[in-house]
């Protein structure tokens, strides 16, 4: 079968290797599609990769034994390889499992190993490009909206507009609540404005606070949502929010944020929380936002075969992109 590698700096190709079989719970899907996501960030590193993905849609096409799903069923595969077993995951917060398989499959090829407890099985009233966005499309904002609690009365503010925050903005219009959006990349702005952003900031402007402020009855926005990860973006939403706020972290950041305890926190008296993809069995209610939403099309921005990985790398390196979904059989 094949498979994406990364083999140098801005280097990405498919290279052939032997098709998983399945054993115990672990299935073998065949892919359909992949969705593009933060691969790029190892394409422009180069650091020698075989293992890129970790979303998908596809079919079950083997199964060692019984079990929750059977060849010819259509799925959903998400991130890592939880045990199913743990409170966390029986519960449905898989995603913080720490009894991970201990093993890794990449979804940028043609086949992929997985647990079948862990797949979740597509309607036949949608289709494998709507299940595609089920996952890090619409999936990290929905997990923090359920959270936040995020309704029609709130104006939310949402930082970075990649294909997670575009995902975030189509999810906070779907429950009537304005945005505020901050993104300095003018495609993404762009599609933002398109998609009925009640508000849009370059968050290099320096009184970016007190726009947001002033678009927001002056007392700042009901919650926050980082799709960023990026340090600036952090103190803007706890500097921007009203007191009582909440402001929620889905964009992944390995550095330091400072914080204030008593003024950002004690005398504001906001929520911070951090959330990572959402409880599975919230998937009727993502497929919901699929099925009512009228923006939610406009989240794919461009559709590869993958024989062109190293355009579709090209063009998820460049940022002026949403979604992008490559097809692994053409
Ligand atoms: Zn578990
Ligand atoms: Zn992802």
């Known amino acids: 079968m094949k498979k994406a590698v990364v083999t140098g700096v801005m280097k990405v190709e498919l290279q052939e290797f032997p098709i998983p079989q399945a054993t115990g719970d672990l299935v073998v899907v065949k892919i359909h599609i992949s969705p593009m996501c ?23 096409v083997e199964v060692a034994q019984p079990g929750a799903v059977q ?51 597509i309607p036949d009233d949608v289709s494998y490009e709507q299940a595609a966005l089920t ?21 939310i503010l949402i930082t970075g507009l990649g294909p997670v925050g575009i995902g975030a903005v189509i999810n906070a219009k779907y429950r009537g609540a304005r945005v505020i959006a901050v993104e300095s990349n003018e495609y993404r702005r762009n599609l933002a404005a398109e998609l009925g952003a009640d508000g849009l900031i370059d968050p290099r402007d320096p009184d970016a606070v007190e726009q947001i402020k002033s678009l927001s009855g002056g007392e700042g926005p009901d919650c926050a949502l980082d799709c960023s990860g990026a340090v600036p973006a ?26 204030v305890i008593s003024r950002d926190l004690l005398r504001k008296g906001i929520h911070l929380l951090g959330s990572w993809h959402y409880n599975l069995n919230d998937f009727p209610k993502i497929l919901e936002v699929i ?7 406009k989240l794919v921005s461009h559709v590869f075969p993958m024989s062109r990985i190293e355009e579709a790398f090209a063009v998820s390196a460049s940022q002026n992109n949403a979604k992008i979904l490559l097809k692994a059989w053409e």
């Open 291 to 297: 099925r009512h939403s009228p923006l939610v099309d």
């Open 71 to 121: 060849v010819g069923d259509r799925v959903v595969v998400t991130p890592l390889f939880p045990c199913g077993q743990c409170s966390l995951c029986k519960q449905g917060d898989y995603i913080y499992c720490k009894h991970n398989y201990p093993m890794q499959d990449a979804t940028m090829a043609q086949y992929v190993l997985k647990p079948a407890w862990n797949l979740f099985k």
């Open 135 to 155: 996952i890090c499309g619409l999936g990290p904002s929905f997990g923090a909206y359920q959270t936040l609690g995020l309704s029609a009365s709130d104006t």
């Open 234 to 259: 952090h103190r803007l939403c706890i500097d921007a929010v009203r007191c009582r706020g909440k402001v929620a972290f889905v964009g992944e950041c390995n550095t330091e944020t400072p914080i």
């Open 38 to 60: 933060t691969e790029y960030k190892a394409y422009l590193e180069g650091e020698h990769r075989d293992c890129l993905g970790h979303e998908a849609v596809g079919e079950v």
